[in-house]
Nanobody
Framework: QVQLVESGGGLVQAGGSLRLSCVAS????????MGWFRQAPGKEREFVAV????????YNADSVKGRFTISRDNAKNTVYLQMSSLKPEDTAVYYC???????????????????WGQGTQVTVSS
């Protein structure tokens, strides 16, 4: 089992940047595919970006392509989400998640992720 703790959220003006971090407990972080998801008020949780165990495979939602970058540092048990050119529609609670199955391919579907952090609020003002 892995525990995930996100940080880095906050209030930012449109066009600004934030970097989210997610630190995982345990000694097997490098065995997990990792992802960032978000949930806006009144909406379902949605995929933002995912990264494979080694970092060699990355998938981004169309809505964030060219603006958000996911990365990971396995030595620090940490996955990051660098967000730039933020828009009001990016306002949401952002969650990091770990895929606990030893599947070979990283997946974008929420149902593949077993472990979730508590979330961090990102608010973008216009």
């Amino acid at each position: 089992q892995v525990q995930l703790v996100e940080s880095g959220g906050g209030l930012v003006q449109a066009g600004g940047s934030l970097r989210l971090s997610c630190v995982a407990s345990g000694h097997t972080f490098s065995s997990y595919h990792m992802g960032w998801f978000r949930q806006a008020p009144g909406k379902e949780r949605e995929f933002v970006a995912v990264i494979s165990r080694s970092g060699s495979r990355i998938y981004n939602a169309d809505s964030v392509k060219g603006r958000f970058t996911i990365s990971r540092d396995n030595a620090k048990n940490t996955v990051y989400l660098q967000m730039s050119s933020l828009k009001p529609e990016d306002t949401a609670v952002y969650y990091c998640a770990a895929d606990g199955d030893l599947r070979s391919r990283v997946q974008i579907g929420i149902s593949f992720y077993d472990y979730w952090g508590q979330g961090t609020q990102v608010t973008v003002s216009s």
